[in-house]
Nanobody, 123 residues
Framework: QVQLVESGGGLVQAGDSLRLSCAAS????????MGWFRQAPGKEREFVAA????????SYADSVKGRFTISRDNAKNTVALQMNSLKPEDTAVYYC????????????????WGQGTQVTVSS
């Protein structure tokens, strides 16, 4: 069992940056692929980014490529999402998720979830 806790959300203006962090506890964190998803009101949860257990491979949604960067520190059991050039359409609750195996873009493939952190980008 892995417990995930996100932090770092908030209210920012368009063009600003924000860094989300996810702290993991429980089973060996380094063995898990970690991902970030987001869900806006009235919309389905969507894939944002993922990183393999080694940190060598990453994947991004087209909507955030070039603006967001996912990283992890296995020694500290944390995964981060650096978000730059934020847009109002990035407004959502952001969730950290974990799974065994390679990264997947489907939320249903992830076994462990945090409670989410709200990101609001004003225009």
């Amino acid at each position: 069992q892995v417990q995930l806790v996100e932090s770092g959300g908030g209210l920012v203006q368009a063009g600003d940056s924000l860094r989300l962090s996810c702290a993991a506890s429980g089973r060996t964190f380094s063995g898990y692929t970690m991902g970030w998803f987001r869900q806006a009101p009235g919309k389905e949860r969507e894939f944002v980014a993922a990183i393999t257990w080694s940190g060598y491979s990453t994947s991004y949604a087209d909507s955030v490529k070039g603006r967001f960067t996912i990283s992890r520190d296995n020694a500290k059991n944390t995964v981060a999402l650096q978000m730059n050039s934020l847009k109002p359409e990035d407004t959502a609750v952001y969730y950290c998720a974990g799974r065994t195996g390679y990264f997947e873009t489907s939320a249903s493939r992830y076994n462990y979830w945090g409670q989410g952190t709200q990101v609001t980008v004003s225009s």
